[in-house]
C-alpha cells in the first residue's frame, strides 16, 4: 500500500480549530440537517469500504444528498477533511490504562509484584491500535509524521502517558516508547492488511499460491545446497503461530530490563 496522503497538508490551523470545536459557525433558523459530524461519519464509512482514494468531496455530496459547496461551508477541503476522519478514527482507539495501571502502590499491595502496570497498559495499546488498523486499512496510506493533534490523538496520549508515567523513564524516553510500540504494530499490520489486499486482487488463496511453488521448492530443499531452511519443521510458517503477540512479548520484555534497572535507582 503506497502513501497517498499526508496529515497536515492542509490550513493546519483551520483543522485545528474544527478539531476542537472553535471553529463550526452558528447559523440562525432551523438547524441544518447537514453537519460536521455526519460529513466525517460518511467520509470514515466512504474510505472503509473503498479506500482513501475513493473519499472526495464531490462522492461524498452524492452520499449525502446534499450539494458539493454545502460540504465546503463546513469543512475546507479534503485535507482538512482527512486529519478530521484521522483524529475521530484515533480517537476511537483511545485506550483508557488498566484499572492499576495508573493507581499508585500503596501498603496493601505491597506484595504486588511493583511497577507491573505499564505493561498491561502498552500490551493494550497495542491490541487495541492493531484493531485500529483492521477496522480502518485506509490508516495505513496516510504519512502521519506530521500529526494534526486533536483531542482523539491527544486523548490517546494522554491515557498512555497515565499508564506508563511511573516507570521511572524521562519524558523523551516514555515518547519513544508510544513511537516504539506504533511502529511494531504500524509494521504488522500492513503486513496483514496486504495479505487481504493481495487475496482479493489476484482472487488466489494463500494455499494457492504456495500449492504453486511447491514442486520446485521441494527439488532445491533436496539438494543440499539450504540445510537450514530444509530443516525447519512443518509448522515454521503455519498460520497458528502468533507472530504479532510473539513481538509484542519480546519487545516488552525488552523494555521491562529498562525499567527494572529506573526503579531500582
Known amino acids: 500500500m503506497t502513501t497517498t496522503e499526508s496529515s497536515g497538508s492542509g490550513d493546519v490551523a483551520r483543522s485545528m480549530e474544527l478539531l476542537w470545536g472553535t471553529g463550526e459557525r452558528a447559523t440562525r433558523g432551523p438547524k441544518p440537517g447537514l453537519t ?3 460529513i466525517v461519519t460518511a467520509a470514515i464509512e466512504l474510505a472503509d469500504a473503498e479506500g ?9 455530496s452524492t452520499e449525502l444528498g446534499a450539494g458539493t459547496m454545502s460540504l465546503y461551508r463546513h469543512v475546507p477541503g479534503r485535507a482538512e477533511l482527512v486529519d478530521l476522519m484521522l483524529d475521530r478514527v484515533q480517537g476511537e482507539g483511545a485506550h483508557a490504562p488498566e484499572p492499576d495501571a ?11 509484584e511493583p ?4 505493561r498491561k497498559t502498552v500490551e493494550k495499546a497495542a491490541r487495541d491500535e492493531l484493531a485500529l488498523y483492521q477496522a480502518h486499512p485506509w490508516l ?8 494534526v493533534l486533536g483531542p482523539g490523538a491527544v486523548g490517546g496520549m ?12 524521562s519524558d523523551p ?3 519513544s516508547v508510544i513511537i516504539m510500540v506504533s511502529g511494531y504494530v504500524s509494521g504488522v499490520a500492513r503486513t496483514q492488511v496486504h495479505a487481504v489486499e493481495v487475496r482479493q486482487v489476484t482472487g488466489i488463496s494463500d494455499d494457492e499460491f504456495w500449492r504453486a511453488q511447491e514442486p520446485m521448492l521441494s527439488t532445491v530443499m533436496t539438494s543440499g545446497r539450504y540445510p537450514l531452511m530444509a530443516a525447519l519443521s512443518p509448522d515454521a510458517f503455519g498460520s497458528d503461530f502468533d507472530h504479532f ?10 523494555l521491562e530490563v529498562l525499567v527494572e534497572q529506573r526503579t531500582k535507582l
Open 36 to 38: 460536521l459530524d455526519r
Open 52 to 60: 482513501l482514494a475513493a473519499v472526495s468531496m464531490r462522492r461524498l
Open 102 to 112: 495508573a493507581e499508585p502502590h500503596t501498603a496493601d499491595s505491597a506484595t504486588a
Open 115 to 118: 511497577h507491573t502496570g505499564w
Open 140 to 147: 495505513l496510506s496516510v504519512n502521519q509524521t506530521r500529526p
Open 158 to 169: 494522554e491515557s498512555m502517558l497515565a499508564g506508563i508515567k511511573d516507570t521511572g523513564l
Open 173 to 175: 524516553e516514555l515518547i
Open 245 to 254: 503477540e510473539f513481538g509484542l512479548q519480546r519487545l516488552l520484555d525488552g
